[in-house]
């Protein structure tokens, strides 16, 4: 079990951006180690109220005094995608998403995200239901691993670290990430700095936890949960989570268009050279903040 903390991205940019009502009503999303949460507390006055959410029980189950002994405050262990229940239309003044997972699941070998660590394979950010990495992996055909590996890893050695899986488990079920990290090694030679693993074990991840179908949800849940003015503030790791998130504030690929969204300030926001120094995983972070028009 780690004992390292996850640091939150853009935290100053997220508030200046999202809290636009010092006693409105916020919801974040994706609790992870509470560092947006807390911040937002700060933020709020007497009146203001935070919900806060995340699906892994590790996250909720051990909660600072900061946040048991704040009456405004109220967690959820429960998928973002589910917001609507917890929530009624139109009484939210801002929604952060912050995607991914945290430093301190991924520093936890027991947890297996990291290619890094040997652990088991697992990967599920609620490890009490849905099947695991491992189950994936020995049991999924050669085709739908390629696909995977090719649309979520935007992998191109993606067909040949599929077959070297496929020819490998019918000998050896796959059990551990060292031993998935090795096979992928094996099957690619290493040229960049970038490990060969880096992408497959995010592909895996995102589609063991189906990570984008969660995030179309919760952008649609947020839409009617949203006061007008209410703000949505999402920051990704990933250009395909960013493109969604961008057409979705666009108006486009949604269930319901009626919803508008305006763009506060610049498009996008970028961590600062200071931020990316202290804290390297925000230099791929990606913020974009819009409000609720109409
Ligand atoms: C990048 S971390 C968030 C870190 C957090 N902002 C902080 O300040 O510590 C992402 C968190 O979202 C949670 N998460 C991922 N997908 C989720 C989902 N579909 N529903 C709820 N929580 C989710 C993960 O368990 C993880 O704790």
């Keep these: 079990m780690s004992i390292l903390t996850h640091e939150a991205v853009m935290t100053e ?10 006693k409105g009503l916020y919801v974040d999303c994706t609790f992870g180690a ?12 007497k009146d203001g109220k935070l919900l806060s959410m995340d699906k892994d029980k ?11 002994k704040d009456s405004r405050f109220k967690i959820i262990n429960d998928s973002f995608s589910q917001l609507s229940l917890y929530v009624e239309n139109e009484t ?7 995607l991914g997972i945290s430093s301190t699941q991924l520093d936890d070998s027991d ?26 992996i020995n049991t999924a055909t050669k085709k739908e691993i390629e696909d995977v590996f090719w649309v979520l890893g935007e992998d191109r050695f993606s067909r040949r670290i599929a077959k ?7 000998k050896n079920p796959i059990r551990t990430t060292k031993e998935l990290s090795e096979i ?60 969604i998130v961008k057409r979705f504030i666009q108006g486009k690929d949604r269930v319901d268009t009626s919803v508008k969204f305006s763009y506060i300030g610049d498009r996008f926001i970028k961590a600062t050279s200071e931020e990316i120094k202290r804290n390297p995983r925000s230099r791929s972070a990606i913020l974009r903040v819009a409000e609720k028009v109409a």
């Design 111 to 136: 947890r297996g995200f990291s290619f890094q660590l040997d652990g088991p394979l697992d990967m599920r950010i609620d490890n009490s239901q849905g099947i695991s990495a491992e189950e994936w």
């Design 92 to 98: 939210v003044s801002g929604v952060l998403i912050d």
């Design 184 to 243: 992928v090694l094996s099957a690619v030679s290493r040229k960049s700095k970038k490990h060969p693993a880096t992408n497959i074990f995010r592909a895996i991840r995102m589609k063991i936890n189906e990570e984008l179908e969660e995030l179309y949800k919760v952008l649609e849940a947020s839409s009617y949960a949203l006061c007008f003015g209410g703000r949505l503030a999402v920051i990704s790791f990933h250009s395909i989570e960013d493109r």
């Design 164 to 170: 070297k899986i496929c020819d490998i488990r019918i």
């Design 58 to 68: 590790n996250a909720t189950r051990f909660l600072s005094k900061k946040f048991t």
């Design 34 to 45: 509470g560092g947006h949460s807390s911040r937002i507390l700060e933020e709020l006055n």
């Design 13 to 22: 940019e997220v508030l200046e951006s999202l809290i636009h009502s010092r």
